[in-house]
């Protein structure tokens, strides 16, 4: 029998019961619908962390503060989790090789008001290169410069989030906002860079570091009479140089820190591109995990067409008996059967992966995250729904091709 005669008969056999074929679908559809979603989801986040990663500067080190516990020989030991602006200048002397800019910063909350509008916004006291490592671009006017640093001028630029969320469509070039009761005159506002996921980077403001020391952060910027720091961005020339310039940091600033070999750091120097794969990591491992909980539900919806297949063989087994007498093998019976369970589960397929089309679509739409359709994703879906159709529609095919002729004529 021709393959296009065993899938009429099938599409009849499925058409006979309507509603016990769209229920048998059901858990194939939610299954591959979930497949195709959430692959699609995972792999748009994984755009979306590098795509944000590189734009927040190329071949960048990070050195950040950080705290440390214990102590050689099981002794308990707090170290002070602090970078200082010395840190910096000892950086900025020249002593690392490979590096074509270093920038500090220091970064608060602090409330931001212009007019009747107000509300807490991050406020980072930089130099003028933190623009070109971290690769802002300026909207419009300008960003700070060397002379607003050594001037301790009172000037300020905005993200693009707060300059909307302040002056709305007017620019606010040449106004005046307060910042902790403190006058600036806002002299830029940057393109939006958008949400790193876990911080928006348009909803900042950015002043003069040696302004914010005198003028803004006072006391809590300092500690043991030094100033302090959050994060020094080190720009590297090449990626080759990376590993090689965190070593040479963290050997001079270990020794900054009067810390010995043994001792642990009480700094971190983040390389973007280990920053990078682990955030990858993450999200490929929630994608996998998530997946995984999708199979279940394609695993489900197999064993329900097995369950209906071999219902559909106890009620067809005078038919089964008739065909096989008068000629039907059975290896016509058994691809028979299998074609009807193939034909629903890449039925169900087929309509789970513009089901999950459709939701990836939604996702995207709502603007959270732009979900990447790949063509394997869907081809691996679809594999799936078949693999899904072969394996569990051969047990009823295999019993409806055995059945005795004279057994399945006499059947009641």
């Given at each position: ?11 009849r056999?499925?058409r ?9 679908m059901l858990?194939i559809v ?27 500067g190329?071949?960048?080190l990070?050195?950040?503060?950080g705290?440390?516990?214990?102590a050689?020989?099981?002794?308990a030991?707090q ?17 690392v ?7 500090p910063?220091?970064?608060?909350s ?6 009747d509008e107000?509300?807490s916004?991050?406020?980072t006291g930089?130099?003028a ?11 419009n ?6 002379g607003?640093?050594k001037s301790e001028a ?7 989030q ?5 002056f ?7 106004k ?20 790193t ?12 570091l ?11 910027a300092?500690?043991n ?10 720009s ?8 090689t310039?965190s ?27 280990d ?20 199979g ?18 106890t ?7 008739l ?5 039907a093998?059975?290896?016509?019976i ?22 999950g ?6 996702v995207?739409?709502t ?24 394996f569990f ?20």
């Amino acid at each position: 029998m021709l393959f296009s005669e065993n899938f009429k008969i099938a599409i009849r056999a499925l058409r006979a019961n309507k509603l016990r074929s769209v229920l048998t679908m059901l858990g194939i559809v939610i299954g591959v619908a979930t497949v195709v979603a959430l692959l699609s989801i995972g792999k748009g986040a994984t755009a979306s962390i590098t795509s944000d990663i590189q734009s927040s500067g190329t071949n960048l080190l990070t050195v950040s503060a950080g705290r440390s516990f214990g102590a050689p020989g099981g002794g308990a030991s707090q170290q002070a989790s602090h970078l200082y602006y010395s840190d910096y200048e000892l950086l900025q002397r020249g002593l690392v090789n490979n590096v074509t800019v270093i920038v500090p910063s220091y970064q608060s909350s602090y409330i931001i008001k212009f007019g009747d509008e107000s509300f807490s916004v991050s406020v980072t006291g930089v130099t003028a290169n933190y623009q070109e490592v971290r690769s802002y671009d300026v909207a419009n006017g300008r960003f700070i410069t060397e002379g607003d640093n050594k001037s301790e001028a009172f000037v300020a630029v905005l993200g693009s989030q707060t300059a909307e969320d302040l002056f709305g469509s007017l620019s606010p070039i040449g106004k005046t906002v307060s910042v902790n009761g403190i006058k600036f005159k806002v002299v830029g506002v940057l393109e939006s860079k958008g949400s790193t996921g876990f911080a928006s980077s348009d909803d900042t403001v950015f002043i003069p570091l040696q302004t914010g020391y005198i003028k803004l952060f006072g006391s809590i910027a300092t500690f043991n009479g030094k100033k302090t720091i959050d994060n020094i961005y080190v720009s590297v020339e090449s990626t080759e140089m990376m590993d090689t310039v965190s070593a040479q940091i963290e050997y001079m600033i270990r020794r900054s820190h009067k810390l010995a070999a043994s001792d642990d750091l009480d700094f971190s120097v983040q390389n973007q591109t280990d920053t990078l794969e682990t955030l990858s990591s993450i999200t490929d491992t929630l994608t996998v995990f998530l997946g995984a909980i999708a199979g279940i539900s394609l695993l489900v919806g197999g064993i329900g067409i097995m369950n209906i297949m071999l219902v559909s063989v106890t009620e067809r087994t005078k038919e089964i008996g008739l065909r096989k007498a008068v000629g039907a093998t059975k290896n016509q019976i058994r691809t028979q059967f299998l074609i009807e369970t193939m034909t629903l589960s890449v039925l169900g397929g087929v309509i789970g992966i513009l089901l999950g089309i459709g939701i990836a679509s939604i996702v995207t739409l709502t603007g959270l995250i732009t979900a990447v359709i790949t063509a394997d994703s869907i081809l691996l879906a679809f594999f799936f729904s078949l693999a899904i159709g072969v394996f569990f529609g051969l047990y009823p095919a295999f019993r409806a091709a055995n059945l005795h002729p004279m057994v399945a004529l006499r059947y009641e």
